[in-house]
């Protein structure tokens, strides 16, 4: 037995290429992905890569697409081994990384590759360094039955239909609002077969138990419109038309409402329920929803202490188990997920009715808008504990263990199961320690609790004032009972994430095993397989899958969907949009969704991946994750492009007193860095004052 020595070569450019067109099974086409870096990020999915498509003999360049090529990775220039991701500069971004004739060369060498295996398409993984190209593997590709190039307008090709993450429906109405908060970009089939049928099962499980749905529609629906979530061109989608149906049928509710608090906006054709279909289960929904919310809120505390300690004996143990015990592990980590949704959900949905009454409250007493200074939590979310934390490490009261064993599950893309969290690399945590200590004369955790009492009390003052003596009485009550909004919220997305990690851990194990078993190239690979797959474990199925899949994920990496649309939707092929070069905007418009003003210099960030918060930095961003939240108190404002009130950053900024404006759409785009803005998370606009 031979031991093989290989060097690493530091590629400027590289990526994957297929001499044979898996997107139309086209064998007279070569399709080539590229990216900066090392080729990882490509293999990984992790950005948008260049591609390009040319056609063999001729060399003809057939399209060109620019990718988006937000990240790279490259090796650790510090550590000197090793690889770090880090954020491609705007320029960049913006440059295809090969020329036509670089494309071409690369073309042929692929060409003198298949020809040499006897004519069979091949996948190859190439880099290129001071001007050369490497090839570095090269293997069948599989699972496709190549043709002649498909005509243009021709129906999908047949691995949408088998594909695990494309499901989409045919008439309702869809969006991937909100959803694209906890599962943001492509999802692969390991992570989608964790929250599917999950969370749909625990949706419908909730409205059957709230007495909102019948028992007769308790089981998951094999019309895809009538269920609550899916995915479609691997992007998780949720079903605007039967949550808000559902919503308008508990008493004060609406399906307007609904649209507002989840998606951030009504848009589209919004039908109301009337008559007996509104009312009709009115009776029994006040039995039951009281009696769910009392059993959910004394199952949270409970249920989360239990996740908490699994999570720390589970996800920190896993190294060393066999391939059995790995994927035992997953699937418990499964189970544990659906366990702790099944409470998560119910508090969810009654969330959204106590911010429907604070809001009609607020309305009432002619001070519109109020509820966002009304629902504040009285000792703080476990996102909060996350910034405490952070504090007392930049102050050396605690150590990177102790933070790590306590906020491990955290990280960049953090519901993503092949994501990597802190737990596995705290690099990050050391950056934000850095962040921390630079602001060290700043506002310290306690500072901004002791701020955020006293702003929330003057907004209970007013709300009084303008009600009177009789009618505060009531709103008190109300006023209280609100502040567990942002507790179960943040609680229960913590369960999940925990959840996620154990089979993050699980899941890694497992690719380790088959890559040693030659069942897969790369470890990582495991992530184009479903849980249920793994537990089958059948062997002979396993590559041809993962060929398959990682071919899908390339495509419906470069999808973007819209924001809502009706059945299937139509999506556009290509990479990040490019920002505007019409002159910048004067005003932007949003939801005011944490109240307040401020102005400072816009940072535009489309990850987690730096810490580079500069004092007085109104951070830009589409979404947020939990995790993002590591980064707010170095902020003085937030802007999202997606969002609601009930939205993760929304909840987060209360709590710190930060004002947010989200759902603004096209924030990211219209603002650039350096920009100074005034945000006001009280009306939802953002002003532009000044321009680079």
């Known amino acids: 037995m031979a031991v093989v020595v290989q060097i690493m070569i530091p590629s400027e450019v590289a990526g994957v290429m297929f001499t044979g067109n898996p997107l139309n099974q086209a064998s007279d086409q070569i399709l080539l992905n590229a990216n900066w870096g090392l080729g990882e990020a490509v293999v990984q999915g992790v950005t948008s890569p260049d591609q390009y498509v040319i056609e063999h003999k001729t060399w003809r360049v057939l399209e060109r697409t620019l990718g988006g090529k937000d990240l790279e990775i490259v090796r650790d220039p510090e550590a000197g081994h090793g690889t770090v ?15 036509d004739e670089r494309v071409v060369e690369l073309a042929e060498l692929g060409a003198r590759i298949q020809d040499f295996y006897g004519g069979a398409p091949q996948d190859i993984e190439w880099a290129l360094t001071d001007g050369r190209f490497h090839l570095l593997q090269a293997r069948p590709v599989t699972g496709v039955s190549f043709g002649r190039a498909t005509p243009a307008g021709a129906s999908p090709s047949p691995q949408l239909a088998t594909s695990p993450v494309h499901q989409p429906g045919r008439h309702a109405r869809w969006t991937t609002a909100n959803v694209d908060e906890g599962l943001p970009g492509t999802v692969t089939p390991l992570t989608w077969s964790l929250y ?22 308790r089981a998951v629906p094999l019309d895809v419109d009538a269920r609550f979530i899916s995915v ?12 808000g149906q559902m919503a308008a049928r508990v008493p004060g509710g609406s399906a307007a409402r609904m649209e507002e608090q989840l998606f951030g906006a009504v848009e589209g054709d919004t039908v109301e329920p009337t008559g007996l279909t509104k009312i009709g289960r009115y009776p029994i929904v006040a039995v039951k929803l009281p009696r769910a919310v009392r059993r959910a809120m004394k199952d949270l505390a409970p249920r989360a202490q239990e996740m908490t300690a699994w999570w720390e004996r589970t996800a920190f143990a896993l190294e060393h188990a066999s391939l059995t015990e790995a994927v035992e592990a997953l699937v418990e980590a499964r189970a544990r997920y659906e366990s702790v949704l099944t409470v998560h959900m119910v508090l969810s949905m009654a969330a959204q009715g106590v911010m429907g009454q604070v809001e009609s409250l607020a309305a009432r007493a002619g001070l519109r808008g109020l509820e966002r200074e009304l629902i504040k939590s009285d000792e703080g979310t476990a996102e909060f504990e996350l910034v405490r934390d952070l504090w007392r490490l930049s102050r050396d009261e605690i150590d990177v263990d102790h933070f790590v064993r306590a906020h491990g599950y955290h990280g960049p893309r953090e519901g993503l199961v092949e994501s990597i969290v802190w737990r596995e690399d705290p690099a990050p945590v050391l950056e934000l320690v850095k962040a921390y200590r630079m602001r060290a004369g700043g506002d310290d955790v306690d500072t901004l609790v002791a701020r955020r009492r006293s702003e929330h009390q003057d907004a209970i003052r007013r709300l009084e004032s303008a009600l009177g003596p009789l009618r505060s009485i009531p709103a008190r009550a109300l006023i209280r009972f609100a502040a567990h909004v942002p507790i179960w919220r943040e609680t229960g997305r913590a369960c999940m994430l925990r959840a996620v990690d154990v089979a993050r851990a699980a899941s890694r194990v497992v690719g380790r095993h088959l890559a040693a078993e030659g069942l897969l190239d790369d470890a990582s690979d495991v992530r184009f397989l479903t849980i249920d797959e ?27 969907l819209p924001h809502v649309w009706r059945g299937v939707p139509d999506v556009e092929v290509g990479g990040r949009e490019a920002p505007s070069n019409d002159a910048p905007i004067a005003t932007l418009a949003g939801l005011g969704v944490s109240a307040g003003i401020t102005e400072g210099t816009v940072r535009v960030m489309l990850s987690l991946d730096t810490t580079d918060i500069a004092e007085g930095t109104v951070m830009v961003c589409k979404a947020t994750d939990p995790s993002w939240a590591s980064l707010f108190p170095l902020a003085r404002g937030v802007i999202t492009d997606v969002g609601s009130a009930l939205s993760h950053a929304a909840i987060v900024c209360r709590e710190l007193g930060l004002p947010c404006v989200a759902n603004t759409r096209t924030g990211t785009r219209d603002l650039r860095d350096g920009m100074r803005v005034r945000v006001n998370g009280t009306t939802g606009t953002v002003d532009v004052l000044d321009t680079p």
Do not use: K
């Not at 991701?85 to 020329?99: D, I, K, S």
């Not at 479609?232 to 949550?243: C, E, K, P, R, S």
């Open 534 to 560: 793994l537990a089958a474990m059948d062997r002979d199925s396993i590559r041809a899958l993962v060929t398959q899949r990682r071919i899908d994920h390339q495509a419906y990496d470069a999808m973007t």
């Open 85 to 99: 991701e880090r954020e491609v500069e705007e320029a960049r971004r913006q440059r295809f990384t090969l020329t």
């Open 196 to 217: 599917f049928p999950a969370t749909e099962t625990t949706m419908r499980d909730c409205w059957v138990d709230l007495g909102v749905m019948p028992e007769a529609q």
């Open 232 to 243: 479609a061109y691997g992007h998780a989608i949720a079903n605007v038309d039967t949550m």
